[in-house]
């Protein structure tokens, strides 16, 4: 089973850009500026786009979430190692 949500990036090509994935349905790809994700936001539907606005609202909430998290994780496991 696929994990609800991945982080991709295109550093060679697309150095400010980070993606977060949501794996299941309705699937997108939601395309931010790696500093502030609600900047230059760009949502890539692989499915279906829902037709209410609050279920997009709430699935991009839900992405940000995860990507605050696991950016929170990974700053603490880096300065894990530098002790």
């Known amino acids: 089973m696929l994990p609800k949500f991945l982080i991709a990036d295109n550093s060679q ?3 400010e850009t980070i993606f977060v994935i949501h794996t299941e349905e309705p699937r997108f790809i939601v395309e931010s500026d790696i500093e502030d994700f609600n900047s230059n936001q760009i949502i890539h539907w692989i499915d279906e786009k829902p037709k209410k606005e609050s ?3 709430d699935y ?3 992405a940000e979430e995860f990507l605050n998290t696991e950016l929170e994780s990974q700053e603490d496991l880096f300065d894990e190692d530098d002790l």
Do not use: C, H, K, T
Request: proline share 11%; aromatic share 0%.
């Open 13 to 15: 090509e697309l150095p």
């Open 55 to 57: 279920l997009i609202e």
């Open 60 to 62: 991009l909430a839900d």
